[in-house]
């Protein structure tokens, strides 16, 4: 059964770069079949997509972040990362990786991680 | 682009049905049947509950259902039980981003 685990500082500074691993347990990122998200849900707020790799490599994100974010895969296939630059207060959120479905359960999160909180401060 | 736009709270009593509203735009829910629901207890992930607008994963209740008419989809809960007091996200894809509704705070009385 596949897993998602988050990874990462939990405090950053501002003006640094956020920069956050999910690990996929029990599968990996050559399966066609799934997009491999980061969605982030602010303190008492809704939830936020934030971009999304495909195994291809192709990447797609949140127009609001662009310019700011990369998503890329880490060197085991079994890793994706997230990288936000120059953040502020507003980028203080839990981060969340998930699967989105391709084929089938299409563009739906069937399988999350636990999610990792990140504060932005000096 | 803003999301989607859901009511903040609903309530019912045990053994009620209700309903939450996700209105959305000709460019996402109106246009693709691929609206999906999720569920949030407090201090854990968001659980998938309804896909491509209508669909149960396996292992859901069928106490929950999901619709769309136009530009709005639905998520029915019938038979309300109290694990069912938890927070729900619509989330759709869109022809220029990917949408999250603002979440809707549900109650049993």
């Known amino acids: 059964q596949v897993q998602l685990q988050e990874s990462g500082p939990g405090l950053v500074k501002p003006s640094q770069t956020l920069s956050l691993t999910c690990s996929i347990s029990g599968g990996s990122i050559t399966s066609g079949d799934y997009y491999w998200s980061w969605i982030r849900q602010h303190p008492g707020k809704g939830l936020e997509w934030i971009g999304y790799?495909?195994?291809?490599?192709?990447?797609y994100y949140n127009p609001s972040l662009k310019g700011r974010l990369t998503i890329s895969v880490g060197t085991s296939k079994s890793q994706f990362i997230l990288k936000l630059s120059s953040v502020t207060a507003a980028d203080t959120a839990v981060y969340h990786c998930a699967r989105e479905g391709v084929a089938a359960m299409v563009n739906a999160f069937d399988i999350w991680g636990q999610g990792t909180m990140v504060t932005v401060s000096s | 682009q803003s999301a989607l736009t859901q009511p903040a709270s609903v309530s019912g009593s045990p053994g009620q049905s209700i309903t939450i509203s996700c209105t959305g735009t000709s460019s996402d829910v109106g246009i693709y049947n691929l609206v999906s629901w999720y569920q949030q207890h407090p201090g854990k992930a968001p659980k998938l509950m309804i896909y491509?607008?209508?669909k149960r994963p396996s292992g859901v209740s069928n106490r929950f259902s999901g619709s769309k008419s136009g530009n709005t989809a639905s998520l029915t809960i019938s038979g309300l039980q109290a694990e069912d007091e938890a927070d729900y996200y619509c989330?759709?894809?869109?022809?220029?981003?990917?949408?999250f509704g603002g979440g809707t705070k549900l109650t049993v009385l």
């Open positions: 491509e607008v209508s």
């Open positions: 790799i495909y195994h291809s490599g192709s990447t």
């Open positions: 989330y759709s894809y869109g022809s220029s981003s990917r949408l």
